[in-house]
């Protein structure tokens, strides 16, 4: 059974302990299973806050960022090494400090639009220091999910295959491909088989829409990707995300070019993406029960 989750900017743009415990308990009353929070700034967030907050409403977490240019392990600056090396050592403790169970995001090189090719030698050296953060997060039973993000967001992974490439170089069973419809209506060619062909390599799954608002009021094939995502088997988390310039905020608004609201109320819009994401599953697992169901007498 996947679990469901909601992007913590649904909500809020920061980690405060407040926008924690109001985050927190909006994900728990809209009836989801986790929060995925993103914070911006690992050095402010309050773990055992955290911790005791999500027991008390008995959710879980995954947690998602994506890498500073300053500190961009794709880079082959030892500098920006260093510190996209320590971030990441420092995202595994803070998962797991929460009880966290994922970290999604950008992992592998600046999240932001490049000017210039990926090379290979950069792309070598992320693998390698991803080796070692994924050997640090087996410890705590973490998987490191490589977000495959469109081309404005990222040199290296914009396709589900690619993604699938990096996580056999890395060559660790918790690095796994983390999947985001939004993206891939971008960059693939066709989103279900891209789905079907990552299979077994998916570990992380973002919902969405082609205009990153109310889920289902896009053009993203969302039956489709659902469909795809049964018939691949992928039974872990899927977290819907979703920004509205009311509560993005710079640097994200910024960065993902978050300029339009299309939403004021945080709560209709998760409980609806809730809702369809639960209706499309199960509607995707019937078709797969209909060839059974079939057969001739
Ligand atoms: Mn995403």
Redesign the pocket.
């Known amino acids: 059974m996947n679990k469901l989750g909601v992007h913590a900017y649904v909500w809020e743009h920061g980690w405060s302990r407040e926008q924690a415990t109001r985050a927190i308990s909006r994900t728990a009353e809209a009836g989801f299973d986790f929060i995925e929070a993103s914070p911006m700034d690992p050095s402010t967030f309050d773990r055992a806050h955290t911790a005791k907050a999500l027991e008390a409403a008995g959710i879980g977490v995954t947690f998602s960022f994506g890498l500073g240019f300053e500190a961009d392990i794709s880079s082959c600056d030892p500098e920006k090494e260093k510190r996209g090396r320590a971030l990441l050592f420092e995202q595994v403790g803070l998962c797991r400090d929460c009880g966290g169970t994922s970290i999604a995001g950008i992992l592998y090189s600046g999240f932001g639009k490049y000017y210039t090719q990926p090379t290979a030698e950069g792309i070598r050296r992320s693998a390698d220091i991803l080796r070692d953060v994924a050997e640090e997060a087996a410890k705590s039973d973490i998987i490191l999910g490589l977000?495959v993000v469109n081309r404005y967001e990222t040199n290296i992974l914009n396709t589900a295959a690619q993604g699938v490439e990096m996580c056999q170089r890395i060559d660790a069973p918790n690095v796994k491909v983390h999947l985001?419809v939004?993206?891939m209506n971008i960059e693939e060619s066709d989103m279900a088989s891209a789905i079907v062909d990552a299979g077994p390599y998916i570990g992380y799954f973002?919902t969405g829409d082609s205009h990153r608002g109310y889920l289902g009021s896009g053009s993203i094939d969302l039956q489709s990707a659902f469909r795809a995502l049964v018939r691949a088997k992928y039974e872990g988390p899927i977290t819907f995300?979703s920004f509205s310039s009311r509560v993005v905020g710079q640097p994200l608004e910024g960065i993902l070019g978050i300029w339009r609201n299309l939403w004021e109320d945080g709560f209709d819009l998760a409980t609806h993406a809730l809702m369809y994401t639960r209706a499309q599953l199960k509607a995707a697992q019937e078709v797969e029960r209909q060839a059974a169901r079939s057969r001739l007498p």
């Open positions: 977000e985001d939004y993206h973002h995300e």
